[in-house]
Nanobody, 115 residues
Framework: QVQLVESGGGLVQFGGSLRLSCAAS????????MNWYRQAPGKERELVAA???????TYVDSVKGRFTISRDNAKNTVYLQMNSLKPEDTAVYYC?????????WGQGTQVTVSS
């Protein structure tokens, strides 16, 4: 059974840090691009960060310099290190595995940043 399970969300103060993890099971992430999306209340889901199978990374402008995506294929896990958090980062964060043939989604983890 294919699963992506996010963890590490929570409540943090302005300027704080969180590290999200996404553990995959039922498939190996090595052949997939791995992405983190987020969705804030009343807003569309947006792509926050992505890492290719070759470990190339991209970020939405609003998180550049603050967030870092990484992957550990041996652990079948992808991470999102979030520093200097702002209230506008408050959202449900979703892990996504993408290939030309499949898309898998996690259930999401809530991140709340208080001002």
């Amino acid at each position: 059974q294919v699963q992506l399970v996010e963890s590490g969300g929570g409540l943090v103060q302005f300027g704080g840090s969180l590290r999200l993890s996404c553990a995959a099971s039922g498939f190996t992430i090595s052949g997939y691009a791995m992405n983190w999306y987020r969705q804030a209340p009343g807003k569309e889901r947006e792509l926050v960060a992505a890492v290719t199978s070759g470990k190339l990374t991209t970020y939405v402008d609003s998180v550049k310099g603050r967030f870092t995506i990484s992957r550990d294929n041996a652990k079948n896990t992808v991470y999102l290190q979030m520093n200097s958090l702002k209230p506008e980062d408050t959202a449900v964060y979703y892990c996504n595995a993408e290939s030309p043939w499949y898309h898998y989604w996690g259930q999401g983890t809530q991140v709340t940043v208080s001002s």
